[in-house]
């Protein structure tokens, strides 16, 4: 049986794959068929969060499989309960609504500050705005709501009611608030399949004070930047602002499907009988483990991301080759002289697993990278972007 050519044969081409196959991983460390290992700075795209086969991970999710490993929502059961329970401790939000991947945890956002502008303002409020180069997943309505005309074609038509503003700049989103038309902004503070580009502090505060004026719902996509990922537990929480709503999803599960919507005072009361739903959502085994990936984003991990964040951008920046280093915590995007995608396929070849997003090499290695590896594999790559 050749994998690669089956895949090939059988799976629909929307994925152009590396000529790796992986079979197994423990750690920050993984494995081709063949045996050669690989030290991973990519993690599933900042989805194992504890790296492969975490054992406390392993645990509680093996655990929840023997005993129930699907309840749908007609009734209660145990682990989704006790991470809603600890999501909102944790954050101060109010609600969860738990779906299966990022672009569920949107369309959720999108459809409660649909609902909230209609309970509030009848029908003058449908607008959401988004940033332009943003991200907010693939399906019809998140695609719509990404602000890259590239990702627009094809698919149409799309739903209407998306405005696109230019990052950083205030004055067009105040241009875009004026007419109160809009119910809310959704945005991420760092965009990531965008090119890992942090927003301005004070842009971001601006907004957040923009929107709490006008009574326009402030949603965060943490889709990527959540559970640890820039050094804080969410990475609102290095700007001191107060979202309405924050998604969530890769690293929340550490490994296994799980997306969340959290819901702000405002919103307490928005989503209700009958208005959302999913069969899979917070299912019994994703919830259990993503309660031992929380419970564990500790102010101590959360410093040793930084310190590795650190450690990294102080190796990289100004590397021969090197023209820019951009990100925060383990979300960095390395801008280079070499192409980007050549320089996965050498780091790949030499044994390091890197990722890319627009023209940058990308790193969202697990949080948990024991710093011997993460040195090494930093050497590799510097080796590769100088060669
Ligand atoms: C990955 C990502 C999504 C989409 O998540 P899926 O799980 O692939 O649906 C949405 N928003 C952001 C910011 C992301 O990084």
């Known amino acids: 049986m050749d994998i690669k050519q089956f895949d090939q044969e059988y799976i629909a081409s929307t994925y152009s794959r590396l000529d790796l196959l992986l079979v197994k991983g423990q750690g920050s460390l993984c494995y081709d068929e063949k045996g050669k290992e690989y030290i991973d700075l990519g993690a599933g795209v900042a989805v194992n969060s504890f790296g492969f086969a975490d054992s406390v991970w392993l645990a509680a999710v093996t655990r929840q ?207 209700t009988t009958g208005t959302h739903g999913s069969t899979f959502g917070g299912n019994p085994v994703s919830a259990a483990g993503a309660v031992t990936i929380l419970d564990r984003l500790t102010d101590k991990l959360m410093e040793e991301v930084r310190e590795k964040s650190a450690y990294i951008k102080a190796g990289l920046s100004g590397a021969k080759g090197v023209k820019s280093v951009s990100g925060l915590g383990l979300m960095l995007g390395i801008e280079t002289e070499k192409d980007a995608h050549a320089l996965m396929e050498a780091c790949m070849r030499q044994g390091v697993l890197v990722l890319v997003a627009k023209d940058r090499v990308r790193l969202v290695p697990a949080l948990t990278i024991p710093f011997p590896q993460l040195t090494k594999a930093v050497d590799i790559l510097k080796a590769e972007i100088e060669r």
């Open 65 to 271: 499989l023997g005993r129930l490993q699907h309840a749908c929502n007609y009734y209660y059961s145990e682990p989704q309960a006790i991470l809603a329970e600890k999501l909102c401790t944790r954050t101060g939000f109010q609600k969860v609504f738990f779906s299966n991947s990022g672009a569920e945890a949107n369309e959720c956002a999108i459809k409660a500050a649909r609902k909230y502008g209609q309970d509030h303002y009848g029908e003058t409020r449908p607008n959401i705005v988004t940033l332009i180069n943003s991200f907010h997943g693939r399906t019809i309505a998140t695609l719509a709501a990404t602000g890259q005309e590239s990702m627009h074609r094809y698919f149409g038509p799309f739903p209407p009611g998306f405005l696109y503003a230019p990052a950083n700049d205030i004055a067009a989103m105040e241009t875009l608030l004026a007419d109160g038309s809009v119910c809310a902004v959704m945005m991420e503070l760092v965009q990531g399949e965008g090119g890992v580009n942090v927003l301005d502090t004070a842009y971001i505060q601006a907004v957040a004070d923009l929107c709490a004026k006008n009574d326009v719902l402030l949603m965060v996509d943490e889709v990527q930047t959540g559970n640890g990922r820039t050094g804080a537990l969410y990475a609102y929480m290095h700007y001191d602002i107060r979202p309405d709503i924050v998604t969530t999803a890769k690293g929340l599960g550490g490994g296994l499907p799980i997306g969340a919507t959290m819901l702000g005072a405002k919103l307490e009361n928005t989503l």
